[in-house]
């Protein structure tokens, strides 16, 4: 059995229907100022369906609501009883089209032209559509035209789509006394945090990131987010990261009320391998990353990736979360590095027959006992443009150094060191 | 699959030593097992490759192809799937010369020091962030570069600094790889692997067209009864 609520009037808040129907069952779908509910079951608790309408009706009016409600085998049925019919309306099954019949034919969702088009046909009720032969409508009208008579006969045309409960992970301690310091916090956070995490896991959800509002003592808010680099819902590693977080942005005054707010994301579902190489638990490297917050905050930790440009050096730097392994065809033989001087050396060359003869520059000082090049790069003519003249070039002292001339500024810098 | 079956399976395998460089099988101790560094000749010497839950030395002057060898290292591991760091103080180490090398960068942490701060401060905060990953129990090697530092900066650090990074990395299946540009690390059990320049090699005579093809390399362990092995390493274009 189906029932529905209407409320003829616009309702002041939002929901309010949704929640009077939850008092009632958990399957409801909300449609603005009406609600269907799912009363399958709830025959055994009610003595009759009348009473159950009436328990519909009283509990809106305990709110301060006028329904109107129906009952009925079908969703369609009560639906549009409760949108046409003041008052409680019980349809008995098997009656649906009857009690239908001569309610306006403006229940049914209809597209101006559609509505015109029964105007003129001087359909005006449900009844009158509900007569009209299946067959002729719907090589008039098509699938449309079929599915309307059925809508108007009180037939279901889909099922009821119940309305999931807007979720809140969200966790409040006040205190009797305002606390100090992150020895205290820290038993505190973990009163507030198990139970989060407990109800986000029996939901099947894990915490992308976690909101802290501590009230100080002077009722100044504050706020810490905190968003690790993988959704968690251990309670232990939470702790760590939001005392890391407030260790390093610890709040001036004592605090007097916590509130821990989850941001829910559904778990991650990971298919494990016997022969692939384990990935690294998302806790413990969101644990280890936080611990690292001076060089994670200030953008100096994590991985580079190479940008598509010929200009030498490019990189940026991204957050590190290692995904599955990539395919990186191994060297055939063992490369040398560059060691990079970030930025290049601004340097003195002497040149000899236009070939590098000696280098100056900080901490790189020598005569030029063998060179290579040069080789000549430029590039970005569009953007920030650089041209290039670079040689490789073995120094006395020992050390080889990748040298260059900047051809934009004609000035030489040393870029790096082989090694 | 069940767990009797998947014991079984996993016997096998480590009977049959289908896989020697896959992941750890249940109660397979990894500790033992070095992790090699990728030359042949380099691995003979150490007994395989740098050991596990130890702190490794890797110092030279410079072009001596310390970097490189350890990248090596660095490049074979995360190959394999593992995760690797790099705490570089100095901020020299440059993604497209590793990338050349093997290192597939999205599995290397990469940690740079703070230009503007005195260098002290950087290499403390280096330690700590060291330290911390070592402990962390999530990376297969821990490289620490400080190889642009003197000797006499590094040689500021509290005494026991190496001793202590040694005991935490003992119980770890991690390689923590001290990369510098001569003897810091007094104390510790690990290998110091010293390397020697052998000189630039270039792709022909002089004059245009000519490349740098590689660096010559040597490499001695042991003080006292040095023990020497000769690598190249090719240069990247």
Redesign the interface.
Known sequence: MYGCLHSPRPLSAEGALVDIAREFTPRVEGLGTTVLLDLQGLARVWESPAVLGQGLIEAGRGRGLDLQAALASTRMAALLAARGRAGLTVIPPGRESEVLAPLPLELLPLAPERRDLFHRWGLLTLGDLAALPAVGLSERLGSDGARLRRMARGEDDQPLVATPRAESFECTLELEWPVDGLEPLSFLLARVLEPLCAGLRARGRRAAGLVLDLVLVDRRPYRRVVRPAAPSADPRTWRTLALLDLEAHPPDEAVAKITVRAEATPARHVQFSLLDPAQPSPERLAETLARLQPWTAAGRAGAAVLVDTHRPGAFVMSSFGPGAPAAVPPPTSPRAAMRVFRPPLPAHVSLVDGEPAFVSAAAVRGAVVDRAGPWRASGDWWDVAWSREEWDVALRGGGVYRIFRDRMRDAWFVEGEMD | ?STAL?AA??DLLRRRRL?DD???LRGEDRRLCPLPT??RGVDALVGGGLPRGELSEVYG?????????V??LV??C??????AAWVDPA?????????????????????????RGPRTRRLT?AVA?VA??AG???FEVVVLDV??FPAHDVGRLPGPTWIRLQRIVADSPAALVLLADAHVAHGPRGPSLELR?D??R??GA?GPG???R??GAELSVGRHRPRLAA??????V
Request: proline content about 6%; aromatic content about 4%.
């Open positions: 699959m998947k399976l996993e896989q896959g992941p750890p990728g030359l002057p410079r072009s001596s192809g310390r970097t490189g060898l990248l090596s490049a074979g995360v190959g394999r799937g593992s995760l901020d020299c180490f440059a993604p497209a010369s590793a990338a050349a090398a093997g290192v597939d960068l999205a599995r290397l942490l990469w940690l740079r020091g703070d230009m905060e962030a911390t990953l962390s129990g999530l190889a642009a320049a000189g630039p270039w792709s002089a000519r490349l740098l590689g660096l690598f190249e390493l090719e240069a990247s």
